[in-house]
């Protein structure tokens, strides 16, 4: 049987603190939030592992970024109290209840329903269901309740996310990971008027988005 509080404890400490995060409230945030209620039932005992996790069947699956890579990449948001954040193809809520307790007001964004009601359940046992939780096209955002300070997109990205990067608001920030295989690296955007500042933050591979994916081209 595994003990959850000490994996999330060795999570923290061998994981984490040993790839530069360094922010004290998502040290803490990752350590209280209990990974393992966001993962397919009967799957618990993977839940800490160093490994992206797939937390859905079928052709389009989504995964559950591992606890690195998520971390460094909500690192780099630098998340304020109070701050609207779009949280993007965050599958079982996972991303979204840690979020949620850095004191964000959270919106989830999902294309698969059935994500999205596990999200809602989920961020309900966490007690985080302030998150509003949505349904529809992962690269079109959430207009309504656009602009955001800060956008999460769980994944990595063949394109720019360019629907995503208008719904930021002036200095809001967007992270992804951006790219595949060895050319792949963690992207922080930052908006600034009408243009995007791009920076590649470190070396990182996330399974692709297939609503971020370069659609094949016709050739005659």
Known sequence: MVDFTQ???MMVDSQLRTFDVNDIALLDAMGVVPRERFVLPGREELAYIDQDIPVSEGADRRFMIS???EARLIQALEIEAGDKVL???GGRGYSSAVLSKL???VTALESDEALAAAAKANLASVNADQVIVKVG???QGCAENAPFNAILINGAVDVRPDHLLRQLQEGG???CVQGRGRAAKATLYVRSGDTFGERGLF???APVLSAFQNKPSFIF
């Open 67 to 69: 606890p690195m890579i």
């Open 87 to 89: 949280d993007v193809a």
């Open 203 to 205: 070396d990182a591979a």
């Open 103 to 105: 004191g964000a007001q």
């Open 7 to 9: 994996a999330r404890r």
């Open 173 to 175: 920030k967007l992270v």
């Open 137 to 139: 096209p992962l690269d």
